[in-house]
């Protein structure tokens, strides 16, 4: 019985007809751009999450680079965020005209670490971008009291923690601008490409939308009728829109993430019970924090004899975002040695994530259960 990280098959064939359902609804109704499907599933996102705006993007990279381009965040600017997430968070920073600034993370959560902010800021900076990583919330409370007393704007990557609440709130309600990724694999997956920033702010989100979608508003794009309406460009905008197939799939998927988020955390409950004496790392959940399990990520010593092990048995596993971004060939040139950022590091060299997926079976689970078990055990 093989253990794969995802089976988007078999939530394919879950959701088969609902999901047919809506392709054919689209097709019928040959509205393929600027058609009812994305503002209706920007209203059903933003419900849910409990924001006011919601801007389907085509994905959490562009999210991230609309985000940062209407908040005026470019040539000069500082953006502080961590050197061991995404590229994508890195990338779109610079793909805006600024500069990441890195400071190193948390070694029990693996989030930004917000004592080692306060040395980063620069007359420059202008904002924090923290990562919510594998689904663990970053320390909120206490970057954004940071960043008020500075003056800094928060941007949230919260692309890996749909569903992670911090006292109560959800990641994505603490930023001014919060980004999301709806790839495949993410908590709720599109067929392709998608993502969404969202903000309570309402000038902020006109801006955005329209960075998303050509430099125009919604409205002139939506409009109706024989005639349409004059050019009327803002600002020089992107074309990153969210587009009308997936976000009329993406309204298919939505009714069934708290059941997914669920069943990641019973999951991520027997994992913590099975390997509890284990002399490896389990995934903290901070008092008052609420996982969102993208990644169940344990560290071990033995991390890649724990990985081959596995895989004998044919359990998948990932070593997500390993070797971190200052030490990847794209960063050579800013000449960061062995040793910068060592928690990281470190973190980088141990971790190891596990099948966590809704559609995991319990007798899949049993089984990554057994062999980590066996293995650990024969390895110390
Ligand atoms: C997935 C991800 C992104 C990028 O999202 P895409 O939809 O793949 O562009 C950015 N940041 C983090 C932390 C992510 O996990």
Same mark, same amino acid.
Not at 5 to 21: F, G, K
């Given at each position: 019985?093989? !253990? ?20 054919? +609804? ?38 991230? #680079? ?29 793909? !805006? ?26 007359? +420059? ?28 704007? !928060? ?64 409205? #002139? ?96 596993? /990932? ?19 062995? /040793? ?24 899949? +689970? ?9 293995? !650990?055990?024969?390895?110390?």
């Amino acid at each position: 019985m093989p !253990v794969p990280m995802y089976d988007h098959a078999a939530t394919y064939r879950l959701l088969e007809a609902e999901l047919s359902s809506a392709f054919t +609804r689209v097709m019928a109704r040959g509205k393929l751009d600027w058609g009812p499907e994305v503002p209706a599933f920007e209203r059903e996102f933003a419900a849910w999450l409990g924001v006011r705006e919601v801007i389907g993007t085509n994905s959490g990279t562009a999210a991230l #680079r609309i985000a940062l381009r209407a908040l005026g965040i470019g040539l000069g600017d500082e953006v502080i965020t961590v050197p061991n997430s995404d590229i994508s968070t890195t990338a779109a920073v610079h793909q !805006v005209g600024a500069k990441a600034v890195w400071v190193d993370i948390d070694a029990d959560t693996m989030n930004m670490a917000p004592g080692l902010v306060e040395a980063a800021i620069t007359p +420059r900076t202008k904002a924090l971008l923290p990562v919510h990583m594998y689904g663990h919330p970053a320390d909120m409370p206490e970057l954004v009291r940071m960043a008020d007393h500075y003056g800094l704007v !928060v941007i949230e990557d919260a692309c890996l923690a749909l569903g992670a609440t911090i006292e109560g709130r959800a990641a994505g309600q603490w930023g001014q601008v919060s980004c999301f990724s709806f790839a495949p694999s993410k908590h709720l997956g599109a067929y392709g490409s998608g993502g969404a920033v969202v903000t309570n702010d309402a000038e902020l989100a006109e801006q955005m939308r329209r960075y998303a979608g050509y430099g125009q508003a919604r409205e #002139r794009h939506y409009h109706e009728g024989p005639t349409s309406l004059p050019l009327e460009h803002h600002v020089e905008g992107f074309n990153e829109r969210l587009d009308e197939l997936h976000a009329a799939l993406l309204r298919v998927k939505l009714p069934y993430l708290n059941s997914w988020l669920e069943a990641r955390r019973e999951h991520a409950r027997h994992y913590h019970r099975a390997f509890a004496n284990l002399p490896i790392t389990c995934p903290l959940e901070r008092p008052g924090c609420l996982h969102a399990y993208r990644n169940y990520v344990i560290r071990s010593d033995h991390r890649d004899a724990l990985q081959r092990g596995v895989a004998d048995a044919g359990i998948a596993t /990932g070593t997500p975002y390993a070797p971190p971004l200052h030490q990847q060939p794209v960063y050579q040139a800013r000449g960061y040695a062995a /040793g910068s950022f060592p928690v990281s590091e470190a973190a980088s060299a141990t971790l190891l994530s596990l099948p966590v997926a809704p559609e995991l079976s319990a007798s899949q +689970r049993g089984l990554v259960i057994e062999r980590v078990q066996q293995i !650990v055990a024969a390895l110390n």
